[in-house]
């Protein structure tokens, strides 16, 4: 079983997150998201989610290419998530492109995929806010 994981805030789910989530399921047979915690969200990118973690964790676990969501807590646990859910893919935006190649010395594939033009959660509420 080959098993993969994303990291994300995926806040205001929109078609962009999808396409992610489906490509990075398949990589492989399991999806690990590792979700941003409220706080890590406003302590660490500044972000104030409209929708809390547990609103989030529901939407995520309702995906079908989504096998687990668990919290992420900071930018160091990437290395011990890797050894704790067996990972063989890590996968991420290309807007991430190069932040994360040090995780193949943890013996995991890292992959950076295209990001989803035109769509992001800031584009949203700008547009809403019109
Ligand atoms: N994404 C995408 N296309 C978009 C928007 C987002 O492919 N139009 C991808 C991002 O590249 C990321 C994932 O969807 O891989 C989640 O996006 P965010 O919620 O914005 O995640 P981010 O805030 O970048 O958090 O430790 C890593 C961080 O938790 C990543």
Request: aromatic share 14%; with cysteine; hydrophobic share 35%.
């Amino acid at each position: 079983m080959k098993r993969v994981i994303t990291y994300g805030t995926f806040d205001l789910l929109h078609y962009g997150h999808i396409n992610l989530l489906r490509r990075a399921k398949a990589l492989g047979d399991y999806l690990v998201v590792v979700l941003s915690t409220d706080e890590f969200n406003w302590k660490e990118k500044n972000k104030k989610c409209y929708f809390s973690y547990e609103e989030r964790k529901m939407l995520l676990e309702a995906i079908r290419y989504v096998d687990l969501v668990i919290p992420e807590e900071n930018w160091e646990q990437k290395k011990s998530d890797i050894h704790e859910y067996h990972i063989d893919t890590f996968v991420m935006g290309d807007d991430w492109v190069g932040k994360f190649d040090y995780l193949e010395d943890e013996g995991c594939n890292v992959v950076y995929l295209p990001r989803t033009p035109e769509i992001s959660t800031t584009q949203i509420k700008n547009d809403l806010n019109k």
